[in-house]
Nanobody, 122 residues
């Protein structure tokens, strides 16, 4: 069993940076892959970035364009998403999700946090 709690969202201006954090509990968490997803109003949930349990493989959606960085600290059971050069179109609720599968789709992840709101004003 894995529980996830996101934090770090907020209201920022275009061009600003944020770091989202995902705190995990569960003895087996270090062996789980983690994805950061986002969902804007009226849109489907989409993958932003993912990281393997080892931390040595990462994936980013095309729209990230080098602005975001995902990382993890298994000793602390934390996963981070550093977001730079934020744009208004990055406005969404951001979720972290975990599973043993290094997937790209929401249905591939079994455990989810409650989400944290990111709002980017122009």
């Amino acid at each position: 069993q894995v529980q996830l709690v996101e934090s770090g969202g907020g209201l920022v201006q275009a061009g600003d940076s944020l770091r989202l954090s995902c705190a995990a509990s569960g003895r087996t968490f270090p062996w789980y892959c983690v994805g950061w997803f986002r969902q804007a109003p009226g849109k489907e949930r989409e993958l932003v970035a993912a990281i393997k349990w080892t931390g040595n493989s990462t994936y980013y959606a095309d729209f990230v364009e080098g602005r975001f960085a995902i990382s993890r600290d298994n000793a602390k059971k934390m996963v981070y998403l550093r977001m730079n050069s934020l744009k208004p179109e990055d406005t969404a609720v951001y979720y972290c999700a975990a599973d043993t599968v290094y997937g790209r789709k929401p249905h591939e992840y079994h455990y989810w946090g409650q989400g944290t709101q990111v709002t980017v004003s122009s």
